[in-house]
């Protein structure tokens, strides 16, 4: 009897193991990271069905293996590319000729690099043009990114494009955009440059160098740098990009020598980057209909009845106050504007108000009128001292209304997309995974500062930080339960507390100080324009992580000791031994 009851229950578990399995097939393999690669074309078929002239490219390619000794192959994804129809006209009708390009690393299971190409409308706002993620940083990847983004907007008179140290990515903008004006972010060059030359001398002449429009000044501070002849063969050798203003051309009034729009771009999207792909796509295409909303509904309510943007005008009439300086009119349009300097220097600038010139380049490289044209302006009466007719179109109402005159597609939810079959299963890319924990997070510079100082303990009694148990005199939440004894709490604080300290009083290293970029060179008014989006240089890179993985800070649970009553305790076990063994679902 015995015996044909262990077969029934054997038989039991047997049948409910193969229905356990059956129900595991039928649940996609790989889970919804895997999924996500196969609603890519439903996604592209949603935004061309929604958006004609819209672009999206996925790039695939094959990938053999071997499983049971047979040679096999699939489909895995490469890079995708993105580029609503809404953005490119935007871009073209209302933005002015500047592309700022960089990437970032994707946080999910999937390695990548989350490209963006932005740019700057009338009001100083970023404005995206195309995004996508590619493999890796590479010629081969940032090259197929730019052709199709030169398939988008082609190649517009004057475009500009600014870049940061990005591997492959100078040579590919040679390659795809031959003759463009190829900038490079000052402020990696100015990282760079100190790591090799240091002293008072470049200091005082290299941010100069770069942030004037006047060839003359930028060439007087180039010859107090070119004293060391290292420095001229280090900028020629390495640095060979535009970084200077005095350099950019007067076409796409675009004064910028650093590459915060992309920087931008990459704060704006960063608790982003760990979604699925698919997910990733759409959830940055809902930021672009929120934003383009916004901004459409400022022209139509702050704008109406102005020529030029409110804010550009309030900037210039701002400048126009307390200027002191001279002028010698020459005719109806031409005057001789002059100071002294703290040195009682005289510097003299000759402005041509109807050729929109000024021997100081600020206002042909920018396109708003410079102090010295500002002071001219102003002392004229009638229409001719009118500020508005002397600004660039570029900061018109118009054309920031057709920046945003299009609207951007609206779309159904993953679950709603029309399945579409591309002839081909689209696998996700092989899994290439560095030595060690994953990160999240890059590594900080030196130049960037310490971040947020030592990590700080959390009180094992309160939950706060920065204080021992044994110190503590907070009233405790009576949401965070106290899982220690007073006594054995301040033994292990005791026991920790030397060490603690040593590391808290660990001293560390100050940020280098650089040059402040004039207010004008700064893209956006908003704060994200200087993105500490990413953490700091930890040796654990998550804090959060480590507290909970440090024996001090988990709570212990207290072990219960059987009272010694001379009867040694009896061995129970479970009933319930069968399920435990064979799951939950049981």
């Known amino acids: ?273 760990g979604l699925y792909l698919a997910d990733l796509l759409d959830k940055i295409r809902v930021e672009y209909v929120q934003k383009f909303l916004v901004r459409a509904g400022i022209a139509e309510a702050k704008f109406m009845g102005h020529i030029i943007i409110p804010s550009v005008m309030n900037e210039l009439k701002q400048k126009t106050r307390g200027l002191e300086m001279d002028m010698t009119r020459c005719s109806a349009t ?66 920031f209304k057709a920046t945003y005159a299009h609207a951007l597609p609206a779309l159904e939810g993953k679950q709603q997309w029309d399945p579409v079959d591309p002839g081909f299963k689209l696998c996700p890319p092989v899994l290439k995974r560095a030595a060690g924990r994953p990160r999240k997070s890059r590594i900080r510079p030196r130049s960037e500062g310490a971040g947020l100082g030592p990590r700080r303990r959390k009180c094992t009694r309160c939950g706060g930080s920065g204080h021992f148990a044994k110190y503590c005199d907070n009233a405790v939440d009576p949401a965070f339960g106290e899982c220690f004894d007073v006594s054995n709490d301040e033994q292990n604080d005791d026991q920790n507390e030397d060490a603690v300290e040593a590391t808290s009083d660990d001293p560390i290293d100050d940020p280098i100080d650089e040059p402040q970029n004039d207010q004008i060179d700064d893209p956006i008014d908003d704060p994200i324009d200087d993105p500490i989006d990413e953490p700091q240089n930890y040796k654990n890179d998550d804090p959060i992580d480590n507290e909970n993985d440090d024996p001090i800070d988990d709570p212990i649970e207290e072990k219960i000791e059987a009272p010694n009553v001379g009867v040694q305790p009896s061995v129970v076990v479970s009933s319930t031994w069968f399920e435990q063994s064979c799951g939950s679902e049981l």
């Open 334 to 399: 031409t005057a001789e504007v002059s100071f002294l300097d703290k040195e009682k220097r005289e510097w003299r600038y000759p402005v041509d108000l109807e050729a929109r010139t000024c021997s100081c380049r600020q206002w042909q490289i920018t396109g708003l009128p410079c102090i010295h044209a500002l002071f001219f302006i102003t002392t004229l009466s009638g229409q001719a001292g009118n500020i508005q007719q002397y600004v660039h179109d570029y900061y018109s109402v118009a054309k």
């Open 1 to 273: 009897m015995e015996n044909y009851s262990l077969l029934m229950g054997a038989a039991a578990v047997m049948k409910m193991a193969v229905e356990m399995a059956a129900v595991s097939m039928e649940k996609p393999s790989g889970g919804p990271a895997r999924e996500s690669f196969k609603l890519l074309y439903s996604f592209k078929g949603e935004v061309e069905k929604t958006s004609p002239g819209s672009i999206v490219d996925i790039d695939h390619h094959t990938v053999e293996y071997t499983l049971r000794g047979m040679t096999m192959t699939k489909e895995c994804f490469r890079r995708v590319f993105v580029c609503f129809e809404a953005c490119r006209r935007g871009f073209l009708e209302g933005c002015r000729p500047y592309l700022a390009i960089d990437a970032t690393f994707l946080t999910g299971r999937f390695k990548g690099q989350l490209v963006a190409a932005c740019a700057v409308d009338g009001h100083n706002f970023v404005f995206p043009v195309a995004y996508g993620v590619i493999e890796a940083e590479s010629e081969e990847s940032w090259t197929w990114f730019l052709q199709n983004l030169r398939r988008a907007i082609a190649h517009p008179n004057g475009l500009v494009i600014h870049t940061d140290a990005c591997k492959g990515l100078e040579v590919a903008v040679d390659n795809v955009f031959p003759g463009v004006e190829h900038r490079e972010c000052m402020h990696h060059l100015a990282a760079n440059f100190g790591k090799k030359f240091k002293g008072k001398v470049y200091a005082d002449n290299l941010w100069p160098a770069s942030l004037t429009c006047s060839v003359k000044k930028h060439n007087y501070h180039m010859r107090q740098l070119y004293k060391n002849d290292k420095v001229k063969e280090y900028l020629e050798t390495h640095h060979s990009k535009l970084w200077a203003r005095s350099q950019f051309s007067e076409v796409s009034k675009v004064d910028y020598v650093h590459n915060n729009l992309a920087e931008s771009f990459n704060s704006t999207i960063r608790e982003l980057k």
